[in-house]
C-alpha cells in the first residue's frame, strides 16, 4: 500500500518552460514533505521541503506547492534547464517521528534543449 | 564535509556468499538510514539508527539481512547468505532531525550508493 504516489513515471518538457511534478499522499498524519532530486549513479539530493503549516515554500525556481485538503503536492520548476533532468522523488514524514521519510516512487524528468 | 561515504560502489557476488556493505555518516548526524532501491519497490527504508541504536528494523526483509552501528561515524549492512533477488542499489543516509538552529529540520543526506549484483 503506496502511503506517496507518483503517478507520472516521465515527463518532458522544453528548456525554459515550467516543470511541474505531482504527488499524492494517502497518510492524513504527515505534515512535512521533501523534494528529491537523483542523478544516475548518485544518491539523492535534497531540494527543497514544506511543512503542513505553509502551503507554498519558494527557493530560487523550485517552488513546492501543498493542498492539505487534496493531499497534494506539486514542484514546479521555472525556467527549466537541461541540467534539471533526473529522477525526483516526493517524500513525506510526520514531525517529531525520528525522520522517518516515505518515499515516492519517483518521476523522470527530461528537459529538452 | 565529505558527505556519506559508502564502500564498495560496486559488488559482484555469487550467490550464498556473504556481502558487507559499509557507511560512513556525516559527522555529528545523530541518525543513520538504510535503504534499499529496486525498480519494482523504488526507495524502500531497512533499517534506521539514533545515536548508534536500532530503532526500527521492521523493513529488513529477512533474517538474513543484519546492520550494525559500533559507533558514531560506521556503520555496516551484511546479508548471509546473499541471493539474486537481493540486487539492488543500497543507500546509506544521515541526519540531524527535529529542531536545528531554530529551524524545523528533517532532511536526509544520503550516499552515492553500493550497487550490489547477486549471480
Known amino acids: 500500500d503506496q502511503q506517496v504516489k507518483q503517478n507520472s513515471p516521465s515527463l518532458s518538457v522544453q528548456e525554459g518552460r515550467i516543470s511541474i511534478l505531482n504527488c499524492d499522499y494517502t497518510?492524513?498524519?504527515?505534515?512535512?514533505f521533501l523534494w528529491y532530486k537523483k542523478y544516475p549513479a548518485e544518491g539523492p539530493t535534497f531540494l527543497i521541503s514544506?511543512?503542513?503549516?505553509?502551503d507554498k515554500n519558494e527557493d530560487g525556481r523550485f517552488t513546492v506547492f501543498l493542498n492539505k485538503s487534496a493531499k497534494h503536492l506539486s514542484l514546479h520548476i521555472v525556467p527549466s534547464q537541461p541540467g534539471d533532468s533526473a529522477v525526483y522523488f516526493c517524500?513525506?514524514?510526520?514531525?517529531?517521528?525520528?525522520?522517518?521519510?516515505?518515499f515516492g516512487k519517483g518521476t523522470k524528468l527530461s528537459v529538452k534543449p | 564535509d565529505a558527505g556519506v561515504i559508502q564502500s564498495p560502489r560496486h559488488e559482484v557476488t555469487e550467490m550464498g556468499q556473504e556481502v558487507t556493505l559499509r557507511c560512513k555518516p556525516i559527522?555529528?548526524?545523530?541518525?543513520l538510514f538504510w535503504y534499499r532501491q529496486t525498480m519494482m519497490r523504488g526507495l524502500e527504508l531497512l533499517i534506521y539508527?539514533?545515536?548508534?541504536?536500532?530503532?526500527?528494523d521492521s523493513g529488513m526483509p529477512e533474517d538474513r539481512f543484519s546492520a550494525k552501528m559500533p559507533n558514531a561515524s560506521f556503520s555496516t549492512l551484511k546479508i548471509q547468505p546473499s541471493e539474486p533477488r537481493d540486487s539492488a542499489v543500497y543507500f546509506c543516509?544521515?541526519?540531524?532531525?527535529?529542531?536545528?538552529?531554530?529551524?524545523?529540520?528533517?532532511?536526509?543526506?544520503f550516499g552515492p550508493g553500493t550497487r550490489l549484483t547477486v549471480t
Open positions: 517524500a513525506a514524514t510526520i514531525r517529531g517521528s525520528q525522520g522517518n521519510l516515505i
Open positions: 543516509a544521515s541526519s540531524l532531525a527535529g529542531w536545528v538552529s531554530g529551524k524545523d529540520t528533517y532532511e536526509q543526506y
Open positions: 539508527f539514533n545515536n548508534n541504536v536500532p530503532i526500527d
Open positions: 497518510n492524513s498524519m504527515f505534515d512535512y
Open positions: 514544506i511543512s503542513s503549516i505553509k
Open positions: 559527522s555529528g548526524h545523530d541518525y
